[in-house]
């Protein structure tokens, strides 16, 4: 099946395309299911089938794919509010839907042409592709592209996805800088193997967010479906094969502000979701003392609630501003040749974090208002409290390393801060 057609026959369907808001209130009506498959996906390590229809029928795979290949090509604040919403249903989903979907962004930015037109034109009818930076892999040069073998675990969102993008180490290679050379290769389902290492109880959160461990033995990938992963190393100064292929300075390529932006906007769903459950709580539990009145008469509980609130509100305003402000980058440079700065880059990473920390220290003061109940296994806040302290632990959120850097690369004294 040609993607371009099954997705035009789907808009079709409808009369017309959906617009960001109606994109945006899909997500949200999507809440109950989401929510009542909670507790099977952390035993699963993913969502299921019917969610991923759910979300299909949505529309909510197309949201970041070029319509050059039948896709909405929304921006990435419409990307961004679909996350918030389906992550207010469940934070694990939400990362699992983010982590699949926003590497549309990517492949359209850093491949060439034909690759483009080989991943977004498949059988499945929609382009997901899982990716991680944190593989063990050895890409092998042979006659038109490489080998690869190896381990990349932590690949969120693989569960569905159509193809798994990994990082290998190119053999006796080596870059400019004088360190090994890597490449980013897009491998076919079929010929990568999930390893079942994400179900359960093997970690403290996000137990379904489908963070498996993709394994290539020996895989043929062609040259054309790799790309040089000097993404997060350099100042962006002209248009990318992106631009050029799409016409959409959306699709210039830098990464360090909007890899961070797929974890913090499932954390701001989060935080929404703790609020939701946290007001049921007060408004339906009385206080363990005289006079019993209900909790949400009760002066502590609504400063408790207030604060909540207002934190999770901000942290969402952040995480558009950002959005907005990344779409102005890309269109200085595109439009007026002003160049996208690592600085600016890292400086969008940095306040996204900002975004992070206040979304998941809403959840953690409602976590610790809401009483001991809570903390109980199944409870939602235990859940979303487990799902924020997963994310504080990722390396991308130490918000304090990454001030430091950010003051270093302000000041010259390195390019990159990673």
Known sequence: MDLTHHLADQVDSVGKEPTPRELVQRAAELRPMLRAQQDAAEARGHYDE?????????????????RRYGGLEMDLSAYARVVIEISRGDPSTGWCYSLGHNHNLTTASHWSAQAQDEVFNNPAGYFRS????????????????????????????????????????????????????????????????????????????????????????????????????????????????GNELHGNPMYLGPVAGFFHLALVSPMVGAAKAAVDEYENIINTRTMLFPPFDLRRDDP???????????????????????????????????????????????????????????????????????????????????????????????????????????????????????
């Not at 179900?199 to 394994?215: F, H, K, P």
Request: aromatic share 10%.
């Open 50 to 66: 019917d969610v991923h229809r759910a979300l299909v029928d949505a529309d909510l795979y197309r949201v970041l794919t070029p």
């Open 300 to 418: 502590h509980h609504q400063a408790d609630l207030g604060m909540a609130m207002t934190m999770t509100d901000a942290a969402e305003a952040i995480v558009i501003r950002a959005c907005d402000q990344y779409m102005e980058y890309c269109a200085d440079l595109v439009e007026r040749g002003i160049t996208f700065t690592m600085e600016k880059d890292v400086r969008l990473y940095g306040i996204i974090q900002r975004a992070g920390e206040l979304a998941s220290e809403a959840v953690s003061l409602l976590y610790r208002s809401a009483g001991s109940s809570a903390a109980r296994a199944g409870h939602p806040i235990q859940r979303y409290f487990r799902d924020v302290s997963m994310y504080r632990g990722h390396i991308s959120a130490q918000y304090q390393w990454t001030a430091m850097k950010i003051a270093q690369v302000h000041f010259g004294l390195r390019k990159s801060p990673f």
């Open 130 to 241: 899982s990716h991680s930076v944190a593989g063990a892999i050895e890409a092998t040069p042979v006659d038109g592209g490489f080998r690869l073998t190896g381990a990349s675990p932590y690949q969120s969102g693989v569960p569905y996805s159509t193809y798994a993008t990994v990082n290998a180490v190119v053999k006796d290679s080596v870059g400019p800088d004088g360190l090994p050379e890597i490449i980013a290769a897009i491998v076919p389902r079929g010929e990568f193997q999930v390893l079942d290492d994400w179900s359960g109880d093997g970690t403290l959160g996000l137990r379904g967010s489908g963070s498996n461990t993709v394994v290539v033995d020996d895989v043929f990938v062609p040259e054309h479906r790799t790309s040089l992963f000097d993404w997060v190393h350099h100042d962006y100064d002209k248009p990318s094969e």
